[in-house]
């Protein structure tokens, strides 16, 4: 019981500070584009998040599945 509370506390903490401003950064920022650069500025700037999202989702699982790798070699090469 006592790890679900803290998983779920870690959870909420991880939401309140640190994706609900990023988000709300971001909806700021794009109605400031959108008043002073225009709606183009506002889809392209989304388009990057976007993308900047995507690539450090790939990178972190590629990085985790080599720390993977490494930790079992580990493992085998300690066992023997």
């Known amino acids: 019981m006592e790890r679900a509370t803290k998983s779920v506390d870690e959870m909420l903490y ?6 609900a401003p990023t988000l709300l950064e ?11 650069l225009g709606p183009l500025m506002v889809v392209a700037t989304l388009v990057m ?4 999202i995507l690539f450090t989702w790939k990178i ?16 085998k090469a300690t066992q023997r």
């Open 14 to 19: 991880f939401l309140f500070f640190n994706i």
């Open 26 to 36: 971001i909806v700021v920022v794009c109605a400031i584009f959108w008043v002073k």
């Open 49 to 52: 998040v976007a993308a900047y």
């Open 60 to 75: 972190t699982e590629w990085r985790n599945k080599v720390r993977r790798e490494a930790i079992d070699a580990d493992n």
